[in-house]
């Protein structure tokens, strides 16, 4: 790519100019659900559980450390920052987004469209300069003949483009077809339209002082239409809205008062918004307890196992995506050389369960001083590396004649 500088600018473009407003036209397409609720990414997160179940992965995704390891030839593995990828996936992955801004929209993209595209520009042969987000929804993917892939992409300010599989980093959610991901914008549309649906109700419910219908009678008839418009548009102005609620009113001429229709706790509406709400949760795979809901079955045990099946099966395998796609795409040597998302930042126990999960590991001989210290953020310590056994420790001390009980 480092030869087509027409290309690149034009990509460039795309991304920091018209990418707004392409990403805009691109949001407002969508389809119609049954409901009568046109359903895409920007209306989708305008429904509040939607937006926190996005918002809380993308988040949680996108605040790991994404760093590059390298396999040691002991077998084990070690953080390389002297890589050149370091700093691109570490801090700057392009010219104008940090790592948890580009993370975010990448999971936001998975999410919403099941697929992330970011265009790679690269500087001679093979090392990464940028990763330059694309709009999903002018992507399109080709499988060729030698099964390789090729991107076509619509830009706005020319004809399409056309990009070799090596040039495109595509990140992939649940597919069905093994080139393109499937996005919960299509496949749960209905779901997403009936949510739509109720909490437009809701608005409006509560618009016209949860009262959706209200008969005024009277025991005689009024003279004219004008008579009876003015008393409807006077009952309206005086009653309508939440700041009118419970005020005094005054009827004359022996009119009185029938409601038409039922309460909204009557009709089920509550539970109806409470079981959408545990279907979108449900969805996403995220805990209802994460959205503040009032779930009465949450314990301060099943806290912590719900938060265990959330991280091991919603934000592991994102990350497992993540990591694959990146090696695949960007490292030329990746049986040595590795991206990583650490999750130990979000899987550490409360203080009482690691220090006991410490002793237990530094007492079975498998974990060293400075194994703990580095899990705890701390720096290595000399002679922090002896990984004896509290067996092995007691019997050198049996055969030195150490009654002291000195630590290792």
Same mark, same amino acid.
């Given at each position: ?29 969508? @389809? ?19 937006? /926190? ?5 993308? %988040? ?51 999410? +919403? ?15 990464? %300069? ?27 300010? =020319? ?23 499937? @996005? ?21 419910? +509560? ?21 009876? #418009? ?10 309508? =809205?939440?700041?009118?609620?419970? #005020?005094? !009113? ?33 969805? +996403? ?39 694959? /796609? ?11 050389? +590795? ?8 899987? !550490? ?14 007492? @079975? =001989?498998?974990?060293? #001083? ?14 922090? %590396? ?23």
């Amino acid at each position: 790519m480092s030869k087509r500088p027409g290309l690149l600018a034009r990509i460039f473009n795309a991304a920091a100019t018209s990418w707004r407003e392409d990403f805009i036209d691109a949001l407002t397409m969508g @389809g119609e659900s049954s409901s009568g609720m046109r359903v895409n990414s920007e209306t989708a997160m305008r429904i509040s559980t939607v937006n /926190a179940c996005v918002r809380i992965i993308s %988040d949680t995704v996108a605040s790991l450390p994404l760093q590059v390891y390298k396999r040691l030839d002991s077998g084990g593995k070690a953080i390389w920052p002297t890589h050149p990828l370091y700093e691109l996936l570490n801090t700057r992955p392009n010219p104008w987004q940090t790592t948890m801004d580009w993370l975010s929209q990448a999971v936001n993209h998975l999410l +919403f469209r099941g697929n992330y595209y970011g265009a790679v520009l690269r500087h001679g042969d093979s090392i990464v %300069d940028d990763i330059i987000p694309l709009n999903p929804d002018r992507v399109e993917v080709t499988q060729l003949p030698d099964y390789s892939l090729t991107y076509k992409v619509a830009l706005a300010d =020319g004809p399409a483009i056309i990009l070799a599989q090596e040039d495109v980093l595509h990140i992939r959610g649940l597919s069905s077809n093994g080139i393109t991901g499937r @996005g919960v914008i299509t496949d749960a549309r209905e779901m997403f339209g009936a949510a739509l649906a109720t909490q437009e109700y809701s608005g409006r419910l +509560f618009k016209n002082d949860a009262t959706p219908g209200v008969v005024i009678k009277l025991p005689g008839r009024l003279e004219n239409d004008a008579a009876i #418009k003015r008393l409807k548009e006077s009952w309206d102005v005086d009653s309508s =809205g939440v700041a009118n609620s419970h #005020k005094t !009113r005054i009827l004359e001429n022996g009119a009185t008062i029938e409601r038409m229709s039922l309460s909204a706790e009557d009709s089920q509406f509550i539970e109806t918004r409470k079981m959408q709400r545990s279907e979108i949760a449900a969805l +996403f795979g995220v805990p209802l307890m994460l959205l503040q809901a009032n779930d009465n079955t949450t314990t301060f045990a099943s806290a912590e196992q719900f938060m265990l099946s959330y991280t091991m099966h919603t934000i592991r395998p994102w990350l497992v995506r993540i990591e694959q /796609a990146l090696s695949r795409s960007l490292f030329t040597a990746p049986r040595i050389y +590795f991206p990583r998302l650490n999750l130990d930042a979000i899987q !550490r126990a409360d203080l009482k369960t690691r220090y006991e999960a410490y002793k237990m590991g530094r007492d @079975g =001989g498998w974990l060293s #001083k400075n194994d703990v210290r580095s899990r705890e953020d701390m720096n290595p310590i000399d002679g922090g %590396d002896d990984y004896s056994s509290l067996a092995e420790i007691q019997n050198t001390r049996l055969m030195t004649g150490d009654t002291n009980g000195n630590q290792k």
